[in-house]
């Protein structure tokens, strides 16, 4: 060996020599690994202008905490009311539905964003003395102040600090009653929580027998974050508060009741052509009572309904159905408008309204529509004008419920729907699920909240699926990935910028898309990941934000016809089998996983077990299994069945990971209700991987039921009989639409790199030639990479000049994980 070494030694430096002065000769050129067609000749499309929006809804602190730029948190005291006929579980702090769904509530004599001012200071939410009939409570304040000069009186916390800017003016407006005759002086002012020193002049109000509403203007004399409004006395007194009220008078809209500026300009960014309001399952609550009706959103906000959400916490509808309208109107955005339905939240055991006491929710609908749309000197108008607003809103869009489906919203959709369209003919009215075509909607709400490989693999969901060109327009009405972070990542905007591309080149089925939830307020326990993080004074943009601002803000008027030559790699998804009961009405036995019986090696998680190789259900749980090995991938999922009684379905899983609602992830089919149905669960977004079969299932019969999956197939049988088989869409490498700018005769090329690798490009084009340099806008980097509050500038966009070979192909190389905007201006 060592001879051999001191022969080739000699040579060596001889051959790197020729090289020296180009050492990377050494390494061959990688070749072009995808090529992208655009072809200028072939039939376009126009694009949709209208496209992109935004969801806004009172979730993660989204309006009161955020855009809404009131300081006060629980400023008329009125969270910690329960709402009518939910009790309050005090072991749990969980409220009781009627219908007995549970969610999180606060200790009813708790008063969060308050406390005293010192300890010789008691303070209670009172219930009889009120300044009006929609303000439940109000706040009694004892202070028992010290004779030495100590004061007594109460602390207004704000959303966790109230900021204030030095020479800027705060309108304070609030409501004081005294319990004595003889006026006692309350002082007012703006302080450092930390440094305990004054930050704005003192105002002082008598506090008389009767309530009264007073009025004062603060100027900050210190930049601080954290700031508190304080209410005192010098001498024992005794009186109530209501309605305290902060708001900033420099607001984005110039406003009184107005918006916070700089979230606001963010917005504006992004160029929305509509904002859908006010959600969501916000809209559709969870009980009577607990949902937005726009009569009780306008006019005084003294006078404004407040309930306690379904996001758990309360809203005081500061932001109601005039602030969203005018709103809409300053972003020269247009207004959709979502009503409730008559059906609270299906996913929170569900309040149906009696289909025969209808007439007063579609009443309202049409009463919604007069306020925004009739002249000043209508009824409606009228009030309209009166709150400032004689020019009528001009409403186009109303959709009924949010996330509402099956017979009983059916039912109730066509009540409104027939009743918008006598009063409202030209109003496009959207339902929130596929309605037959009897009952048609104009548009129907379909929401993706999903993953990664969901949103890649469904970039072309609308080309390959015809049935959309024959069905109702497709409104997306929320979007977004799912993330357990705060905000999404690079990975989370690469997913849904591939599914952009397929809304952006078929303008023709798509019709609106709006990315949600929009913001979340990091000082607050969050519900579900958001586009915008903030806190009182900084934000975050995520990936997702500059994603739709450069998608938003660069559409083009055609859409080419473009066609991508790329890998397409296979999804590769683990997981155990697992079965689940919808009731409890089955009998399961001989369970097998690679014809190998399914014993003790069952993980459970639901209410079954094993009585002599049978699976038997808990009556008094609900029932789901999961069996084998979280890393399985292929493999094959056996049992036999029969259905005792009802007509409930059941369902077999194969790679499930073993999560629920936004984590879940599995392969599904359910027989039981007269069809089976094979689909992929994606988060919240369960996707038919093929057409539905019918499939007649007889109770107390055995059927015999298997699954197998091996790489990206999937076979369903029945006794025998294959009912389904179907290949999991692949992920594309690349994926790309082009549209022409006539205006600045320009090509605007969107590519997504999909890979955590180069993809070195040919760019073809027919029928049109461009200059060799262009403009580049492009979000590249790890794709766990994310913007956060501490690190606000991780993923930003990069633009830049690029230049191609002159006489060569036209080729780019688009780096790993990356969104990129190519502006090719034409030759």
Not at 424 to 432: A, C, E, F, H, L
Request: hydrophobic share 35%; net charge neutral; charged share 20%.
């Amino acid at each position: 060996m060592d001879r051999l070494k001191l022969y080739f030694l000699p040579i060596w430096p001889f051959v790197c020599g020729l090289f020296f002065f180009h050492l990377t000769g050494c390494r061959p050129e990688m070749p072009i690994t995808s090529v992208i067609t655009i072809d200028a000749e072939s039939v376009t499309l126009s694009t949709n202008k209208e496209l992109y929006g935004l969801s806004f809804e009172e979730i993660n602190h989204a309006i009161d905490g955020g855009i809404y730029a009131e300081l006060i948190q629980n400023r008329s005291f009125e969270d910690g009311v329960p709402p009518l006929n939910c009790p309050f579980d005090a072991s749990r702090n969980l409220l009781i539905t009627p219908n007995g769904w549970t969610l999180p509530f606060i200790k009813p004599d708790s008063i969060p964003g308050w406390h005293c001012l010192s300890p010789n200071t008691n303070i209670y939410p009172d219930s009889k003395e009120l300044i009006n009939d929609a303000n439940k409570r109000s706040l009694l304040v004892s202070a028992n102040a010290s004779a030495e000069g100590g004061r007594g009186g109460v602390v207004a916390e704000g959303y966790k600090g109230i900021p204030l800017r030095k020479g800027e003016k705060y309108n304070l407006s609030l409501f004081i009653k005294g319990a004595t005759i003889t006026p006692k002086t309350v002082h007012v002012t703006l302080e450092d929580s930390v440094k305990a020193s004054v930050l704005s002049d003192i105002a002082s109000f008598p506090a008389s027998y009767e309530w009264k509403q007073f009025y004062h203007t603060f100027t900050a004399n210190r930049d601080v974050d954290n700031a508190v409004l304080t209410i005192s006395v010098d001498t024992s007194a005794i009186f109530w508060l209501d309605m305290v009220s902060l708001l900033p008078e420099k607001t984005w809209n110039g406003r009184p009741n107005g918006l916070r500026a700089d979230l606001m300009e963010k917005v504006k960014a992004l160029n929305p052509a509509f904002i859908r309001f006010p959600g969501g399952s916000f809209v559709e609550g969870y009980t009577a009572g607990t949902y937005p009706v726009w009569k009780e959103t306008i006019g005084n906000v003294a006078g404004r309904k407040h309930f306690w959400g379904v996001w758990s916490y309360g809203t005081t509808n500061g932001i109601g159905f005039h602030e969203y309208l005018q709103m809409c109107e300053d972003l020269e955005a247009e207004p959709v408008y979502v009503v409730n339905s008559g059906v609270t939240s299906q996913s929170r055991r569900p309040r149906y309204e009696d289909i025969t006491a209808m007439d007063k929710l579609v009443k309202d609908a049409l009463d919604a529509i007069a306020y925004a749309n009739e002249p000043a000197d209508s009824t409606y108008g009228a009030m309209r004008a009166k709150n400032g607003h004689p020019k009528p809103f001009g409403l186009k869009y109303i959709e009924i419920g949010s996330e509402n489906y099956g017979q009983e919203y059916a039912k109730r959709f066509a009540l409104f729907r027939d009743a918008i369209k006598k009063a409202y003919p030209n109003i496009t009215v959207i339902s929130s699920s596929f309605i037959s075509r009897k009952n048609r909607a104009d548009w129907v709400d379909s929401h993706f909240y999903s993953t990664e490989n969901f949103f890649i693999s469904n970039n072309d969901r609308y080309e390959t699926d015809k049935n959309y060109r024959r069905s109702q327009g497709v409104f997306i009405g929320e979007f977004g990935s799912v993330s357990e972070k705060e905000t999404s990542t690079l990975q989370n905007a690469i997913g849904e910028a591939c599914f952009l591309i397929g809304a952006e080149s078929n303008p023709d089925i798509v019709k609106r898309l709006a990315y949600a939830p929009v913001f979340i307020n990091t000082n607050f326990e969050r519900n579900r990941s958001a586009m915008i993080a903030f806190n009182n004074t900084q934000i975050a943009l995520s990936p997702s934000y500059y994603l739709l601002q450069i998608f938003a803000n660069n559409q083009g008027d055609e859409v080419l016809k473009t066609e991508v030559d790329t890998y397409k790699r296979p999804q590769i998804t683990f997981g155990r089998a697992a079965i689940e009961l919808f009731d409890n009405s089955y009998d399961i036995k001989d369970v097998k996983i690679n014809n190998t019986s399914i014993t003790d090696a069952v993980v459970q998680t639901g209410g079954w077990k094993m009585d002599d190789g049978t699976f038997v259900p808990d009556a008094n749980r609900w029932n789901y299994v999961l069996m084998g090995d979280s890393t399985m991938h292929d493999y094959e999922l056996s049992a036999t069945i029969q259905r005792t009684k009802g007509s409930g379905q059941i369902q077999f899983r194969l790679r499930d990971n073993g999560m629920v609602d936004e984590k879940s992830n599995y392969i599904g089919m359910t027989i039981g209700a007269g069809v089976s149905e094979l689909y992929q669960q994606a988060a919240t977004v369960r996707d038919s991987l093929v057409a539905l079969k019918p499939f007649a299932f007889e109770n107390n019969r055995w059927y015999t039921v298997k699954l197998s999956c091996k790489n990206e197939q999937v076979k369903c049988y029945v006794d025998d009989v294959l009912l389904h088989e179907v290949n999991l869409r692949p992920l594309p490498s690349l994926v790309s639409v082009a549209t022409l700018d006539k205006k600045t005769n320009t090509i605007l090329l969107k590519v997504v790199n999909t890979t955590r690798h180069e993809e070195k490009t040919e760019l073809k084009l027919n029928g049109i030639s461009v200059k060799n340099n262009a403009e580049l806008i492009q979000l590249a980097g790890s794709p766990e990479t994310m913007n956060t509050i501490s690190v606000p500038d991780a993923i930003t966009p990069v633009k830049k000049r690029v230049s191609f070979s002159i006489g060569g192909p036209m080729v780019y190389k688009f780096p790993p994980n990356s969104i990129t905007l190519l502006k090719l201006e034409v030759d």
